[in-house]
């Protein structure tokens, strides 16, 4: 038996230590990279989840407190208008007015009404972003103009510009009402089931109920 040097031992060990082989190198990034690449997705979507409720949350907000603002200055005015500022165009918006007395509502004072001399009451208005059917914006003023350079914003993502639609409701029996469709939805292309919607008629408190002449009837 011919001894075994201690130089064929290293060689026997060298040979008995394999390493891997190229595919089976790739075969392990190949699926390193799925699962990666599979966690990195999850963590993406539930970030992109989480902007999106914390984005309908704050349009939700908005809207109850833009119709609560609304709601204390119809029920301060004595008389309303409701109507699209270009009857020629289906997509433009709409305009309220309010003709509001600060001397009869305490919840509206006369610097908030007649700060700028320009005008004697309050204007909502819806305007269309884009020209699009299904985007409008709501604006609040107290100048004689409501639009995007003049007022102060209220409530993004309007699915339609005809809030006060149908117009002032008036009764000789009746207080003259306002009826209030407040819908929003950021994404209501793709996800219409989002559509958060506000309904509310609204009466005019200062109105005149045994005439039923007011203004808008």
């Not at 208008?81 to 309220?96: K, R, S």
């Not at 908030?112 to 299904?134: E, F």
């Not at 107290?142 to 639009?147: G, M, N």
């Not at 950021?186 to 509310?200: M, V, W």
Request: with cysteine.
């Amino acid at each position: 038996m011919v001894p075994v040097t201690p130089r064929r031992n290293r060689l026997r060990l060298i040979a008995g230590q394999a390493g891997y082989t190229l595919i089976e190198t790739l075969v392990v990034m190949t699926l390193l990279v799925i699962v990666i690449g599979a966690v990195a997705d999850g963590f993406t979507n539930a970030s992109k989840t989480q902007t999106d409720q914390t984005a309908r949350a704050d349009d939700q907000e908005a809207a109850r407190q833009a119709l609560d603002r609304m709601r204390r200055d119809v029920h301060c005015a004595s008389a309303a208008i409701a109507q699209q500022t270009d009857p020629l165009n289906a997509n433009a918006g709409w305009t309220l007015n309010l003709t509001v007395n600060p001397d009869q509502c305490l919840a509206v004072t006369a610097g908030d009404i007649l700060g700028n001399g320009t005008s004697d009451g309050v204007q909502w208005c819806t305007v269309p972003v884009g020209g699009a059917a299904n985007h409008y914006i709501l604006y609040r003023t107290i100048v004689k103009k409501c639009d995007a350079s003049d007022a102060v914003f209220q409530v993004d993502h309007l699915t339609r510009g005809d809030v006060w639609a149908p117009k002032v409701v008036c009764s000789p029996a009746h207080l003259e009402a306002v009826p209030v469709d407040m819908a929003v939805n950021r994404d209501i292309a793709s996800r219409p089931d989002r559509t958060y919607e506000l309904k509310d008629t609204i009466a005019l408190r200062n109105d005149t109920a045994e005439t039923g002449a007011q203004a808008g009837c």
